[in-house]
């Protein structure tokens, strides 16, 4: 999979702090099969559907504006919560690419973009701007500079964000990480080699999981 | 020439790293711990043709859909659940991985697990996919959550790490009576907040956690990850020797000595630079309840529900008002006047021999009126506390008694808690949700969820005697 250099689609606010991932991906859906990319199915799921299954017509990612949106823009502590990977695999599946949010939970932000779902970190009032564009004109599109770093409003404000260029490679080559890293073995290779010699103890495993046993 | 003083944290950070790219790190994985959410990474793991680097440094211990009722696979809630755990083990002894299998008295929650059998020791990189990671720090361990990159650790024996930035907590005085270490903490994030740790890693010192046990200290370093801590860590003394002694992956005798030794240059030196460095005196704390869909939503036993009107930040106040809608809760409210509809004490946070105990004091001789549900961290857990009689006063007293697992925390297994119910949890999440759709989770201390279940609402644990 290959992700992109520059976005540009619909954005839909989602204003209000500490999203967690048990919104995200309901704990009850986690036992499902990612087959066909169905976990965009579960993505909010309490959040657009009530008990009985019927669309809640106030969330906004059920108004037919937003429907096409490829961008969320969040508020603080986006996914935090459990580091279930339906959580970043249900928003890729439902069609987000990029999240645009004032901070995001621990794990989240470290790994979604390995994955092909980018998280970028604006400033609270940045976010803020933004969310309010994006409500008083719902449907419109906001772009994502990933070359030159910079996330452009609808009206043509500009806001730059860091990315290392680490994150930056991974995320636009998409999926390469553990051949990279595979890249590297005669490095682990020896490194192992030296570890074993700096704590043998922590290596010495056989037969360690037949004690106790009863 | 001395070298620059270090955290313990970036001890650890520099002896397993094996590159830097910018602020990045290659990290040499020492542990893998893998639960029975697993099998989709194994899968992704075969599909790409990569197999397991070094299954003898990787452990499976199902737990997120173990059945609390039995533990045999007939217990299971359903065929889907049963076919993970079955098939996670399948796989991962085709790769070469011990399997903690469901009847094994040592099989249970994974951190608790790990911890017990010395599998997490000081100095150590251990990583499993859950956000609760940071549970093993209590050894010393630098042990993060890693999500979706299980299979990157699984083929390579590395993960990238991004150097966190270094925080330290130092937990001076005393606790009061009928305040405990689970209290302090809930209290310690209602005050930082839920990004108060962002982007750090939480070293936690001072006398008080020198005072606290092994236990303690598993559960301040679990709910690390509720102020937005990826990992926290507490430096190895001889509390966590004394531990170690014996268990099972522990060195054994024949190293037990160097290791020691190595134990014992691992703590941050005294010069050691932290950028946030924090003091709370334990003194201060009391019993704490949370009222809405955050860990940072506690207040003392003894307080009120708060009014969003007080907010001032719109996201806040948003977040606030979407809470107490969900929770059912008014503005003013006092916490002690909150009827509850079901207990549970268990979870990663708290579900270890001495949180049981302390729930088994308050238990003794007395009734629970709602339905309560007991599960132990594990099965070695289960066994103690059962040499030790607790099952006979949580049965007596009408409480169910579970087999090990994560259970009603997350409600993965089954467990769930009813629409419109409230829980008073020892878990370490209230979010909307988590233990059923509707469900309302309101987070405490073991023995604030004993004295919860004899009257049938939140209750000041100190207004109980104790048997």
């Not at chain 1, 009850?28 to 019927?54: V, W």
């Not at chain 2, 907010?311 to 503005?331: C, F, N, T, V």
């Not at chain 2, 302390?358 to 099965?379: F, M, Q, W």
């Amino acid at each position: 999979m290959s992700n992109f250099n520059v976005l540009t689609a619909i954005a839909a606010p989602l204003a209000i702090d500490n999203v967690d991932t048990d919104q995200i991906f309901p704990s009850r859906f986690t036992s499902k099969r990612r087959a066909d990319g169905q976990f965009g199915t579960y993505l909010l799921y309490d959040q657009r559907f009530d008990e009985t299954g019927n669309v809640k017509s106030d969330f906004v990612l059920n108004d037919a504006r937003f429907h096409e949106a490829r961008i969320l823009v969040a508020a603080s502590n986006y996914a935090c919560g459990s580091a279930r990977p339906g959580a970043i695999f249900s928003h890729i599946d439902f069609g987000i690419r990029a999240i645009i949010a004032e901070s995001f939970g621990p794990v989240f932000a470290e790994v979604a973009y390995k994955s092909g779902l980018l998280t970028i970190q604006l400033a609270k009032q940045d976010t803020a701007y933004l969310r309010d564009v994006l409500s008083e004109k719902p449907g419109s599109q906001l772009t994502i500079d990933l070359t030159e770093q910079v996330v452009v409003a609808p009206d043509g404000r500009r806001f730059a964000f860091q990315i290392d260029p680490f994150t930056k490679r991974i995320f636009v080559q998409g999926g390469s990480e553990i051949d990279l890293t595979l890249s590297m073995k005669d490095q682990i290779v020896a490194f192992e080699a030296r570890r074993r010699k700096v704590v043998p103890w922590a290596y010495d495993l056989a037969g360690r999981d037949l004690q106790s046993k009863s | 020439m001395h070298k620059p003083a270090r955290t313990i944290v970036e001890k650890i950070l520099e002896s397993n790293r094996i590159t830097e790219d910018g602020d990045r790190s290659l990290l040499y994985v020492d542990r893998l711990v893998v639960a029975d959410t697993a099998l989709p990474a194994f899968e992704t793991l075969r599909s790409a043709g990569y197999t397991t680097r070094n299954p003898a440094q990787a452990l499976v211990i199902p737990d997120h859909y173990t059945p609390s009722s039995g533990a045999t696979l007939a217990h299971v809630a359903d065929d889907e659940r049963r076919n993970l755990i079955r098939n996670t083990a399948r796989v991962a002894r085709e790769q070469g991985i011990t399997v903690f299998d469901l009847g094994d008295r040592r099989q249970g929650i994974q951190h608790v697990v790990s911890t017990e059998q010395g599998f997490a020791q000081p100095g150590l990189v251990l990583v499993a996919v859950d956000s609760h990671t940071s549970t093993q720090g209590a050894v010393g361990a630098l042990a993060f959550s890693i999500s979706a990159d299980l299979p990157h650790v699984l083929a390579t024996q590395c993960i990238w790490l991004k150097t966190p930035r270094m925080m330290r907590i130092n937990l001076e005085g005393r606790l009061a009576a009928g305040v405990t270490p689970k209290d302090l903490v809930l209290g310690i994030i209602a005050q930082l907040g839920s990004r108060g740790a962002g982007g750090f890693a939480v070293e936690y010192a001072g006398r008080l956690v020198r005072e606290f046990s092994i236990e303690a200290r598993t559960t301040i370093c679990n709910l690390a990850a509720e102020m937005g801590a990826r990992l926290a860590i507490v430096a190895p003394d001889d509390k966590t020797i004394d531990y170690l002694h014996g268990r099972p992956y522990a060195p054994t005798e024949r190293d037990w000595d160097a290791a020691i030794a190595y134990w014992r240059t691992l703590p941050s030196d005294p010069e050691a630079r932290f950028e946030r460095d924090l003091s709370f005196d334990a003194s201060d704390f009391e019993p704490m309840v949370t009222w809405g869909n955050h860990t940072e939503n506690a207040v003392p036993i003894t307080g009120v529900v708060p009014d969003p009107a007080q907010e001032p930040d719109p996201e806040r106040r948003a977040h606030m008002i979407k809470s107490l809608d969900y929770m059912g809760l008014k503005p003013a409210t006092r916490m002690t006047d909150i009827e509850i509809q079901q207990v549970f004490i268990g979870s990663c946070a708290n579900s270890r021999i001495e949180d049981l105990r302390e729930a088994a004091k308050l238990l003794r001789g007395r009734k629970a009126v709602v339905p309560t549900l007991i599960v132990p961290g594990s099965g070695l857990v289960k066994a103690q506390a059962e040499a030790e009689g607790l099952d006979v006063i949580f049965r007596s007293a009408g409480a169910t008694w579970g087999e090990a697992g994560c259970s009603m925390c997350n409600s993965m297994n089954g467990d769930t808690v009813p629409a419109g119910a409230r829980c008073a949890s020892t878990s370490n999440r209230n979010h909307m949700g988590r233990q059923g759709r509707g469900s309302r989770t309101h987070l405490l201390s073991p023995p604030m969820a004993a004295a919860a279940a004899i009257t049938g609402r939140l209750t000041d644990v100190r207004t109980l005697a104790v048997a």
